[in-house]
């Protein structure tokens, strides 16, 4: 070597020479240049390039997956911290390799400093020994007052855990809480797999959690060999989202985006604590999970805060409690997911269960509901489909709207609530679960198969119901052809059909409103209708038609025209119309026989009818017959010749008389 310069070897390149922190042998060659040889590229200095991006094993990390790299990497991600503190933006960079380690140190990021951390894409593996322990893990720091946005990016790794006890997270970023100057943090995390170890039962508490960042991108996760779903969190969580609460409510995190998560057994596919506004779940995998999602909120003396505006879509969801529990939602939006009922397991002493699990299980040890939502508001599910598989010792619902006091009281008003083209198969505890105080209600066009008869716990007011079929029958009021029994005022735009209905004194006292026929048949011939109420009616504008029907403690039957058309109400041909003190039928029916009775009687006629109405009276009496003893005559509702008033009389042997 001469003047400082090292000597080439014989194909003319340097051979077997260090350079170390910028030297070569003494000399500074920091500002040699550097060009890739790529077409169209550029040179830089070297010292440029080597401060790009720093390399585990240029620190000495091996990734022979035997030797301990704990302290190459934690000298890297010194160097890493070094420049973020300085405000360099900067990234860490681990090749392929299994890297064992034991207690890595964070990276510690200042507000408004950029990093990143890359493995390579299927290739590279940290695999933790020490008991308890994050591997990677980022943290924000405050820096003066709030700054700008700015983003962290984990990506392309493999986290294994070695240990035999539960605990840690395989990849952790922690932001600044919004009431401590923070909210600024956009992480982004992807490809990145966890493999517990499972036959120590052992487990990552999250395979990625993120704390306290806005704009949260999780994509591609896939959690392995988590866990039994036994409601225990620490069985393994996929994805965690946690917002750190405060009494002032000012922090929440906003506008997060999921997909693409895979988990195997564990707790929850996706884990969201607290309050957010703004949730987007797409193509997420859950088999034998407790949950797909988890979502509790947090309680304060105004209310409950939990996720705002969710939406998710396109997942499979083979759970052992919910498909998705949400508590407090608003904004709510599934479609086109599946959701299975998975055999239940027993529950583990600390389990996370549904604060109204027993409620709904009622009797039984398990429940499962596809979508369990208590106290949410402006929920809607469209094209969904749910299989409850009616598992002895498990209640089971496609949907569970639950109002309950959640630790600031039940709020007034929950709803509205839209459930539209779903496919519902094998409930046990019916296709529906939805409590009374949810209102505005609308079930629309579902397809309802191996359930059983009715809309269980169903008091909702202002319900819509129409379209829905069930075991090959039209019921709008979600059951199968058989006894409905509707306890809440509903309107219908098609006709109901079945055996019989049962119309309780809610839903007379309120009003029912029917725009359609209600047409009530079976093969016996022997349907009926009865009416309960304390002064409500039952409207009817399409007609009604019926073997027997029976009116009831004060109901009533109003019958208006639709469309100019006088509606029409007809029983069989020995069916009967039974009229109990009190109860009366009012509306635009019309002379000539709309009435088609084959018998009618009373035990007191009507106070009031519309002249023109015509029944068969089968206690009224011809002429000559007794008071009493009437043999059965045409009675026709005239008006009196003095008053002007309505009155029922009896046409017999053209002579008429006053029925009695």
């Not at 909210?183 to 999250?206: D, H």
């Not at 499962?368 to 209640?395: H, L, M, V, Y």
């Amino acid at each position: 070597m001469a003047g400082g310069v090292a000597p080439l070897d014989a194909n003319g390149a340097l051979s077997g020479q260090k350079i170390v922190n910028g030297t070569l042998n003494g000399t500074d060659v920091s500002r040699a240049m550097f060009q890739s040889g790529l077409a169209g590229s550029s040179q830089r200095y070297l010292s440029d390039k080597f401060v790009e991006t720093i390399d585990v094993k240029d620190a000495g990390a091996l990734g022979d997956g035997v030797s301990d790299d704990t302290a190459a990497i934690n000298a890297a991600i010194a160097q890493v911290n070094a420049r973020l503190a300085a405000g360099t933006g900067t990234a860490l960079f681990l090749p392929p390799g299994a890297y064992s380690v034991g207690v890595l140190n964070p990276v510690i990021v200042p507000q408004g400093t950029t990093f990143g951390l890359f493995g390579s894409p299927g290739g590279t593996t940290i695999r933790e020994r020490v008991a308890a322990t994050t591997p990677i893990l980022v943290q924000e720091r405050k820096v003066g007052s709030q700054g700008g946005y700015y983003q962290i990016t984990v990506r392309d790794l493999t986290v294994q855990l070695m240990s035999t006890t539960t605990g840690g997270n395989g990849v952790e970023i922690d932001g600044t809480p919004v009431s401590q100057g923070g909210g600024t943090l956009q992480p982004t995390v992807e490809n990145v797999s966890c493999i517990n170890n499972g036959a120590a039962s052992a487990f990552w508490m999250s395979c990625v959690k993120v704390a306290d960042a806005e704009h949260i991108s999780v994509r591609r996760i896939n959690d392995i060999a988590a866990g039994i779903g036994n409601g225990d969190p620490s069985q393994g969580t996929a994805v965690s989202i946690y917002t750190t609460p405060d009494a002032a409510t000012a922090n929440f995190s906003v506008d997060h985006h999921i997909s693409d998560v895979t988990i195997t057994g564990g707790f929850a596919a996706v884990r969201s604590d607290n309050h957010v506004e703004g949730l987007q779940i797409d193509h997420v995998t859950a088999v034998g999970s407790t949950y797909g999602l988890y979502a509790p909120a947090w309680m304060l003396s105004g209310g409950k805060y939990g996720v705002n505006y969710l939406t998710l879509t396109g997942s499979h969801l083979n759970t052992k409690v919910a498909g998705v529990y949400c508590e407090a939602c608003a904004s709510a939006k599934f479609s086109n997911d599946l959701m299975f009922a998975d055999a239940p397991v027993a529950f583990a002493s600390n389990a996370a269960l549904p604060i109204d699990l027993s409620v709904f299980a009622s009797g039984n040890t398990y429940a499962w509901a596809g979508i369990w939502c208590p106290n949410c508001a402006s929920t809607s599910s469209s094209g969904d489909e749910f299989f409850g598989f009616k598992r002895g010792g498990q209640s089971s619902t496609a949907f569970r709207l639950s109002a309950v006091d959640l630790g600031a009281g039940v709020p007034a008003l929950i709803g509205p609530t839209v459930i539209a083209g779903d496919m519902i198969q094998a409930m046990s505890s019916g296709p529906l679960q939805i409590d009374g105080a949810y209102q505005r209600v609308s079930i629309i066009g579902n397809t309802m198969k191996d359930t059983t008869v009715g809309l269980s716990q169903f008091a909702g007011s202002h319900a819509v119901m129409t379209g829905n079929v069930q075991d090959d029958a039209v019921a709008d009021f979600g059951v199968q052809a058989g006894n409905a029994v509707v306890k809440q005022p509903l309107t219908l735009s098609g006709a109901l059909t079945g055996t019989s209905a049962t119309f309780s004194t809610n839903i007379v006292a309120q009003n029912a409103i029917l725009p359609g026929a209600v047409i009530l048949k079976d093969t016996n011939a022997n349907t009926s209708l009865t009416l309960t109420g304390t002064g409500g009616a039952l409207v009817v504008a399409g007609g009604l038609q019926a073997q027997a029907v029976t009116l009831t403690s004060n109901a009533g039957i109003v019958m208006p025209k639709m469309n100019n058309q006088q509606p029409v109400l007809q029983t069989g041909g020995d069916g009967r119309l039974n009229i109990s003190t009190g109860a009366s039928i009012r509306g635009d029916l019309g002379v000539g026989g709309l009435l088609q009775l084959a018998s009618y009687t009373v035990s007191t006629l009507p106070g009031s009818c519309t002249a023109g109405q015509m029944v068969y009276v089968s206690d009224g009496r011809k002429n000559g017959e007794a008071s009493g003893s009437g043999s059965g005559v045409p009675a026709i509702c005239t008006l009196a010749a003095k008053g002007g008033s309505a009155v029922w009389s009896v046409v017999a042997t053209g002579t008429t008389s006053v029925a009695n």
